[in-house]
T-cell receptor, first 116, second 113 residues
Framework: GAVVSQHPSWVICKSGTSVKIECRSLDFQATTMFWYRQFPKQSLMLMATSNEGSKATYEQGVEKDKFLINHASLTLSTLTVTSAHPEDSSFYIC????????????FGPGTRLTVL | SQKIEQNSEALNIQEGKTATLTCNYT??????LQWYRQDPGRGPVFLLLIRENEKEKRKERLKVTFDTTLKQSLFHITASQPADSATYLC????????????FGRGTQLTVWP
């Protein structure tokens, strides 16, 4: 079945550095992907919608210059956390909308970011 | 603004019993509602989707109801097993693009032998 993968599964970085997270749809094409963030014991919060061939759409309160999104192809979206700070430490999860004629929405396994 | 509440943070039940989880929402009329399972350190796994014009949906031991008047969904796991222990998330569509979701905080279910 359809699978969404993420890389890396976890990353530790120093404050001020940038981190790139990849999200791939493995056996289907996704013109749209979604990026969520989840803090411990909290709900998943939608950060942005990644659109292949056009700019990402960011949710209110999400800094577009800090969270750079690039939808390079129909199977790859990347999220770059620029100048990361400890408060950016979180669980980042991507998702692809249901393939045609299905209801199943696929989520990636998540990337745990820890900023020291 | 949109608000989603799941009835409790934690629910503990004995193996073999039926677990019932509640999702209430306000200030919105979603076209559909979804339930997910999330294990620690993992991404959510889709379980069921129910549309606004559907009252009930079943899948194996799972049953979901959707009452748009009460703005509530109930999620049932019958004949529960320890392997069902996980956090269960309720999610509503945000309109516009298919797949944009509001999530509840989840209910952590523990099924003990």
């Amino acid at each position: 079945g359809a699978v969404v993968s993420q890389h890396p599964s976890w990353v530790i970085c120093k404050s001020g550095t940038s981190v790139k997270i990849e999200c791939r749809s493995l056996d289907f094409q996704a013109t749209t992907m979604f990026w969520y963030r989840q803090f411990p014991k909290q709900s998943l919060m939608l950060m942005a919608t990644s659109n292949e061939g056009s700019k990402a759409t960011y949710e209110q309160g999400v800094e577009k210059d800090k969270f750079l999104i690039n939808h390079a192809s129909l199977t790859l979206s990347t999220l770059t956390v620029t100048s990361a700070h400890p408060e950016d430490s979180s669980f980042y999860i991507c998702s692809a909308p249901p393939p045609v004629n299905t209801d199943t929405q696929y989520f990636g396994p998540g990337t745990r970011l820890t900023v020291l | 603004s949109q608000k989603i509440e799941q009835n409790s943070e934690a629910l503990n039940i004995q193996e073999g019993k039926t677990a019932t989880l509640t999702c209430n929402y306000t200030n919105y009329s979603p076209a559909y509602l979804q339930w997910y399972r999330q294990d620690p350190g993992r991404g959510p796994v889709f379980l069921l989707l129910i549309r606004e014009n559907e009252k009930e949906k079943r899948k194996e031991r799972l049953k979901v109801t959707f009452d748009t008047t009460l703005k509530q969904s109930l999620f049932h796991i019958t004949a529960s097993q320890p392997a069902d222990s996980a956090t269960y998330l309720c999610a509503l569509d945000r309109g516009s693009t298919l797949g944009r979701l509001y999530f509840g905080r989840g209910t952590q279910l523990t099924v003990w032998p």
